[in-house]
């Protein structure tokens, strides 16, 4: 059996070019990654958003409760979600007022 080609970068994948692209060892990239990684953890446990520009933002939503029941009694019941994690990823910049605005913003 044929397996599919994998798509998905892995944390060890993102290592390795952190490494080459820096030229460091692969612990040294690793340490960085990792220190990255949790520097993002620890900002969503404090309840902080996380954003990297040209790249996408973390944040957690609340969601509002909702009606549920069951079906063993006619009794509704009022359902706490957890939390939601999302992950946006920005728009593509579409004008060119946008595009001097980004070129702008990093000069």
């Not at 520097?39 to 609340?62: P, T």
């Amino acid at each position: 059996m044929v397996e599919p080609a994998r798509t998905a970068m892995t944390k060890a994948d993102l290592i390795g070019v952190v490494a080459k692209r820096l030229d460091i060892t692969q612990v040294q990239a690793g340490i960085i990654v990792e220190a990255a990684l949790r520097s993002i953890v620890s900002a969503l446990q404090n309840g902080q958003e996380v954003e990297i520009r040209g790249f996408g933002s973390f944040r957690f939503r609340n969601r509002a409760p909702r009606k549920g029941r069951n079906a063993a009694a006619p009794v509704g019941l009022l359902l706490n979600l957890p939390l939601r994690g999302l992950f946006g990823i920005p728009r593509p910049v579409e004008s060119g007022a946008a595009v001097a605005e980004l070129v702008d913003a990093l000069a």
